[in-house]
């Protein structure tokens, strides 16, 4: 798997002499006239022992139009979206500029690490433009400049981990097989990757035994048996499922052995291999805080859960523990109505032939389409009885909605003022998806976006 590294920033601060310092030869054009790179260009980037891909891009600008700017930021948006870590930089003798800020807020928006570089501190002048530096909301500054090339220790210690996290979920996914979340519709000839996770102790090795019909994993009272992720690949009613047992997941701060630390994060990144991630509870001590962080991981990584409650056979009041269950999802899950729940015995076998359904339903659930024309609908349903709130007075003009991909699903809405639209408004729209359309325990994704019907043509 390559590594990439994006170098952004506003015009004129040094991207491309950062570029030409990282690639070790004069590939990019550098003056001090602003706007001069409009194309990205990729090289390959190496400090000391470290090697990746290193896009050069145009200075963002706040164009969006189609104009020759909007073009340029369009190429700098594409190679964010193709990168595993962002380089932003600042002019630190400039301080830090409106546009600066701008481009703070809107790349803190992307799902990608941003190492904030103060460019250009190679004298006494850049020490205010460093320190005004931390109000971006980036992090701590790196103290930089491309020109002399100070600094590049310090950016070595923070990249050499995240290359070496990489290297090491390719190496997950020749165990576990392509991440397909970006492919359309369910291709019945790939297995199902299902992740069992948990806390330790819980008996999730205990269930994979179970499901396989054999002792393919070790088990015992001993607590963190399990220390890597193992994957099994098996058939359910004709379908392959490549099954994952996982190990134990601790609060980190009760992670003290190095190996425990490993395992853990091993398990982490299973959840994102995954498609449908089963969380085994221990009755007793139903959704704590650690389980709710696994959980909370699971949607937030978008991924289909299904919750599984193991040894059901050893609690009385099963009545009242359901009860608990269930309000503390409400209260504490409330973005995921309706997960799956199954009660079983891992170790007799109780209910356990209930939860291979749930898991096909849930997957079935996550790899569904809408159509537009039922959407669109539905969409005038809702206004009609529940219209946006006004924003500045002015009113929202939600104008159509189609669905951009699946595993989750995942909708846009074109309006007229997509950043006056207020988070409870929009969690109210998923709510009623959710509802309307009996998409029931999985993750869906709502993004508004400013515009017309994209699919009438213009006048």
């Not at 400090?47 to 369009?74: H, K, N």
């Not at 850049?126 to 400049?145: D, K, N, Q, V």
């Not at 003290?256 to 991630?277: C, M, N, P, Y």
């Not at 269950?325 to 409330?334: A, E, I, M, V």
Request: charged fraction near 30%; glycine fraction near 8%.
């Amino acid at each position: 798997m390559s590594f990439t590294v994006a170098i952004v920033g506003r015009p004129n601060v040094g991207k491309s002499t950062l570029f030409n310092r990282l690639v070790g030869k004069r590939l990019a054009i550098v003056d001090d006239t602003p706007g001069v790179t409009r194309d990205r260009r990729e090289g390959e980037g190496r400090i000391a022992d470290i090697s990746f891909t290193i896009i050069d891009t145009a200075g963002l600008e706040e164009a969006e139009d189609e104009s020759l700017q909007g073009r340029m930021r369009e190429q700098t948006e594409r190679a964010i979206s193709e990168s595993d870590v962002a380089l932003m930089l600042i002019d630190a003798r400039a301080g830090v500029t409106p546009m600066d800020n701008h481009f703070a807020n809107w790349i803190r928006q992307k799902n990608l690490p941003v190492i904030l570089l103060a460019n250009k501190c190679e004298s006494q002048a850049a020490t205010s433009g460093l320190a005004e530096a931390y109000r971006l909301g980036l992090g701590e500054p790196m103290a930089f400049s491309a020109e002399h090339g100070q600094g590049l220790d310090e950016l070595y210690d923070v990249l050499q981990p995240l290359i070496k996290n990489t290297d090491e979920e390719a190496k997950l996914e020749e165990i576990f097989g392509d991440d397909d979340d970006g492919e359309e519709g369910d291709d019945v000839s790939r297995p199902i990757n299902l992740a069992i996770v948990g806390r330790p102790n819980v008996g999730k090795s205990t269930l994979v035994n179970k499901l396989l019909g054999e002792e393919r994993m070790l088990t015992g009272p001993e607590a963190g048996i399990t220390r890597d992720a193992i994957s099994t690949t098996w058939q359910f009613e004709g379908r392959k499922i490549k099954l994952i047992d996982t190990a134990g997941l601790r609060r980190q701060v009760k992670v003290t052995e190095k190996i425990e630390g490993l395992s853990t994060t091993d398990s982490l990144r299973t959840i994102r291999f995954a498609q449908v991630v089963v969380l085994v509870l221990d009755p007793n001590d139903m959704l704590e805080k650690q389980d709710l962080t696994i959980a909370r991981r699971v949607v937030d990584e978008g991924r289909a859960l299904v919750i599984a409650v193991n040894k059901w056979d050893l609690i009385k009041d099963k009545k009242e523990a359901l009860g608990r269950l269930s309000d503390r999802l409400q209260t504490s899950l409330p973005q995921v109505r309706g997960i799956p729940v199954v009660t079983l015995s891992a170790k007799t076998g109780g209910g356990v032939k209930s939860l291979l359904p749930a898991v096909m339903e849930t997957y079935r659930l996550w790899n569904s389409r809408l159509s537009t024309g039922a959407l669109n609908r539905w969409l005038e349903g809702i206004l009609e009885h529940h219209p946006p709130p006004l924003s500045q007075g002015k009113r929202i003009k939600m104008r159509y909605i189609t669905q951009a991909k699946t595993r989750p699903p995942t909708f846009v809405v074109f309006t007229s003022r997509p950043e006056g639209l207020p988070t409870s408004y929009n969690r109210y729209l998923i709510n009623a998806l959710r509802d309307d359309f009996g998409m029931v325990g999985i993750p869906i994704r709502l993004h508004t976006k400013k515009g017309k019907n994209p699919y009438v043509d213009k006048d």
